[in-house]
C-alpha cells in the first residue's frame, strides 16, 4: 500500500502574515469562521452545479448537493463537508497555500504599513479564520473529476502545510477544525446551532448539524420584502460578501417587465477603497433561478458601481451564458441599465428621506458617483442630482445639490456657477468670487481634485449650462452693487487697456477693462477654450503636450490702485510697468496659473526699494 507523493511545502510568505494576523489580532467574533467555512462549501455546491450543467462525468454524481456539519466533543473537532467542486492537489495548494485574493493581498500591504487594525472587520479572510480557534486544520477533498487524487492537506497553520493521498474520499471538501483547549465550545452542538441558524439560513442548500437539518432553503432575493427582516438582510450582507460591517443602504428590488429581476444590492458601511486598498472586483454575483452564473460578473454593472454587493437574478439569462459573451450579450446591456437606474433612483430617494444619512454615503462614495458622471454620460443627469456641495449660499457644514441650485437661480440667470479650489474659505477670499457675491449670484464650491475635470465632462445639467467663475466670456451687464468711488473716463480706460496690452503682451492673451471685479484691482481668466490646471496636469502625466494657453486679464477701473497707474503710465513708463507686471503676477498666482515665486519676490523688492527712495 505504497501512498502516493506525500509532500510538504511553505505557506506563500503572504498566507503566512495572513495567519500570523488571523492567530494573533483577531479576537472579536471568533464563530464568524463557521459562516466563513459554510460560505465556502455553498460557493463550492454552487460551483458543482454550474458544473453539471455542461460536464456528464462527475464523479459521485448522485450524492446530494449539501452541506454536513458534525461536531465531536471528545476528540474537540467541529467538521464542515460539502459534495461540491473539490479540489485536485494542485488546486489545494494554490488555494489554502496562496492569496489570490486581490483585496486581501492589498488588506497585507495596508496591515504591513502599521495601518489600522480595525480594519480587519472589513475583510472576510475565508478559510485562514479557522486559526482563531484551530490548533490544527485537516481539509480532505476529492475533485468533481473521476480521475483526480484522494487527497489530505493538513497543517498547523505555522509555517506550512503536507498533502498526501488518503482513499476513500467522496467528491467535496471537508474540513475537520481541531479545536484548541480554550475553543472547544465550537464542538458542542448547541452552540454550533445557534451560530449556523443565524448564518445559514438563506444558504441555497440543506444545512445538517449532525445529521439534523438546521436550516430552511430561501433564496432571500426571491422573498417578497414584506416577509424579510433587516437582520436577515444584514445577515445574508455579511454572508455573501464576507463582511463584518452593517449595509448602509439595502435595495430590495423585483420587477417583471422588461426583463423578469429580482435583485438585492447593498452599499457596505464603508468605501474599502478609501482606505488606501486598490480598485475592488465586482461584487454583485450573478444567478439564474437560483443558480450561481458568475460571483463577480465583469461588465454587468458600470464599473463605478463596484462598491455594491449583493445578488441580481434574472431568468430571462441563458443559463450557459458565458463571461466572455456576457459583456456582449443586449440582455446583460438591458439588465445593467435597468438595474443603474433603478438603484440611482433609490439613492435619490434615500437623500430625500433622511439627507444625514445620505449626507455620511456621500462622505464615502461620493467618488464613484463622480467616476460615473465621467464614464456614463447616459447617467449623468441622475447622477449629478445626487452630489452634495457647499456653496455660497450654505452656511457651516452645509451641503447644498445642483436641484436646489437650480430652484435658488436668479430670474435671467441661465448658467450654474462654480469653482474649483482647496476649501471654501479660499475660493470666498480670492478674486473670482466677488463679482458673483456682489450680484447676488450663487456660486458652487468644489473642492476635490477630481472635481474639476468632473464639472467639466458634465458641461450641463437640466438644461443649464456649467460655467466655471475662473473663466472668462462671462459678461456681466451691469456694475456691481458694493461698487463705489470713481470710474476712469471711456478715454482714460482706452489709454490704460491699449498701454497695458502692448506691456503684457508676451505674457497674457489680452487685457480688458471689465464688470466683475470689486476690491481686487485686476483677474487672470481661464480663456473659455483652454484646458484648466488639471486638464494640463493630466495631459503632461500622459505624456501630451497641453496647448500654450494665455490668461485673460481683466481691470477693475473703480479701483484706487488701477486709476493711479492709469496716471502714472502718463507720467512714469518705468514705475507704472513695474506696477503692472506685480499686479499681473499676483493675479496670475491668484489663478493657479504657472508663474516664478522667486522671481515675483524680487521684482516687489525692487519696486518696494524704488518707491521708498
Ligand atoms: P475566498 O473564499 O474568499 O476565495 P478562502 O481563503 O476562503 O477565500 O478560500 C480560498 C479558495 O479555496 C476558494 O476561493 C476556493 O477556490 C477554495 N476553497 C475553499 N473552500 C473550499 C471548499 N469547501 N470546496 C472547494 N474549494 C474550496
Known amino acids: 500500500m505504497s501512498k502516493k507523493e506525500s509532500e510538504t511545502r511553505e505557506f506563500h510568505a503572504e498566507v503566512r502574515q495572513l495567519l500570523d494576523i488571523v492567530i494573533h489580532s483577531l479576537y472579536t467574533d471568533r464563530e464568524i469562521f463557521i459562516r466563513e467555512l459554510i460560505s465556502n462549501a455553498s460557493d463550492a ?28 466533543e471528545t476528540a474537540k473537532t467541529i467538521t464542515i463537508a460539502d459534495y461540491g467542486i473539490g479540489m485536485t492537489r494542485e488546486e489545494l495548494s494554490e488555494n489554502l497555500g496562496t492569496i489570490a485574493h486581490s483585496g486581501t493581498k492589498a488588506f497585507l500591504e495596508k496591515m504591513q504599513e502599521g495601518s489600522r ?62 479545536l484548541k483547549e480554550e475553543h472547544e465550545e465550537f464542538a458542542k452542538t448547541h452552540r ?83 482606505m488606501g486598498l486598490g480598485a475592488q472586483p465586482p461584487g454583485v454575483a450573478l444567478y439564474c433561478r437560483k443558480v450561481l452564473i458568475d460571483p463577480s460578473p465583469e461588465g454587468l454593472l458600470p464599473e463605478w458601481l463596484r462598491f455594491l ?63 460615473g458622471i465621467v464614464a456614463s454620460p447616459v447617467h449623468q443627469e441622475l447622477l449629478a442630482g445626487l452630489l452634495r456641495f457647499a456653496s455660497s449660499m450654505t452656511e457651516g457644514e452645509e451641503l447644498t445639490s445642483l436641484d436646489s441650485y437650480v430652484d435658488r437661480m436668479k430670474e435671467g440667470q441661465e448658467e450654474i456657477y462654480y469653482l474649483v479650489g482647496p476649501g471654501r474659505e479660499v475660493l470666498e477670499k480670492g478674486p473670482f468670487f466677488e463679482g458673483f457675491r456682489s450680484r447676488g449670484l450663487e456660486v458652487a464650491f468644489f473642492t476635490e481634485a477630481v472635481d474639476d475635470y468632473v464639472l467639466e465632462g458634465l458641461r450641463e445639467y437640466k438644461g ?14 451691469d456694475l456691481p452693487d458694493e461698487s463705489e468711488g470713481e470710474d476712469l473716463s471711456e478715454e482714460e480706460t482706452e489709454g490704460l487697456v491699449s498701454w497695458l496690452n502692448s506691456a503684457l503682451d508676451d505674457r497674457v492673451a489680452r487685457v480688458d477693462a471689465g464688470k466683475r471685479l470689486v476690491k481686487h484691482p485686476m483677474v487672470a481668466l ?77 521684482a516687489m523688492a525692487e519696486l518696494l526699494g524704488e518707491l521708498l527712495e
Do not use: C
Open 464 to 477: 443649464k449650462k456649467l460655467v466655471a467663475a475662473n473663466r472668462s466670456g462671462i459678461e456681466f451687464e
Open 192 to 274: 454550533v446551532k445557534g451560530i449556523i441558524e443565524r448564518y445559514s439560513n438563506f444558504v441555497g442548500f440543506p444545512v445538517n448539524l449532525n445529521g439534523e437539518r438546521v436550516n430552511t432553503v430561501e433564496a432571500l432575493w426571491l422573498l417578497p420584502k414584506k416577509e424579510v427582516s433587516e437582520e436577515q438582510y444584514k445577515e445574508f450582507y455579511q454572508f455573501t460578501s464576507h463582511a463584518m460591517d452593517e449595509p448602509r443602504y439595502t435595495m430590495h428590488f423585483s420587477a417583471d417587465a422588461p426583463l423578469a429581476i429580482n435583485a438585492l444590492l447593498f452599499v457596505p458601511g464603508e468605501n474599502v477603497e478609501r
Open 526 to 602: 481661464l480663456p473659455e477654450d483652454a484646458p484648466n490646471a488639471q486638464m494640463r496636469a493630466m495631459m503632461a502625466a500622459m505624456g501630451q503636450e497641453a496647448p500654450e494657453s494665455k490668461a485673460k486679464l481683466e481691470i477693475n477701473t473703480r479701483h484706487p490702485l488701477i486709476r493711479k497707474l492709469s496716471s502714472l503710465q502718463g507720467s512714469q513708463r518705468d514705475l507704472a510697468s513695474k506696477v503692472a507686471a506685480q499686479l499681473t503676477d499676483h493675479a496670475l498666482l491668484a489663478a493657479g496659473m504657472e508663474v516664478n515665486a522667486g522671481e515675483i519676490s524680487e
Open 45 to 72: 455546491l454552487e460551483k458543482l452545479r454550474l458544473t453539471q450543467l455542461t460536464e456528464n462525468q462527475v464523479f459521485d454524481a448522485n450524492l446530494p448537493l449539501e452541506i454536513n456539519i458534525s461536531t465531536d
Open 117 to 178: 487594525p480595525d480594519m480587519i472587520g472589513q475583510f472576510g479572510v475565508g478559510f485562514y479564520s479557522a486559526y482563531m480557534v484551530a490548533e490544527k486544520v485537516e481539509v480532505f477533498a476529492h475533485s468533481w473529476k473521476e480521475e483526480e487524487e484522494h487527497l489530505r492537506w493538513e497543517s498547523d497553520g505555522a509555517s506550512g502545510y503536507t498533502i498526501d493521498e488518503v482513499e476513500g474520499q467522496r467528491r467535496g471538501a471537508r474540513i475537520v477544525v481541531h
Open 309 to 371: 454587493r449583493g445578488v441580481i437574478d434574472s431568468e430571462d439569462l441563458p443559463l450557459n451564458i458565458s463571461r466572455e459573451s456576457m459583456q456582449d450579450s443586449a440582455l446583460v446591456r438591458k439588465l445593467s441599465e435597468v438595474l443603474t437606474k433603478r438603484f440611482l433612483k433609490f439613492l435619490d430617494k434615500q437623500a430625500s428621506d433622511n439627507p444625514e444619512g445620505y449626507r455620511e454615503f456621500h462622505d464615502r462614495f461620493s467618488r464613484f458617483l463622480k467616476e
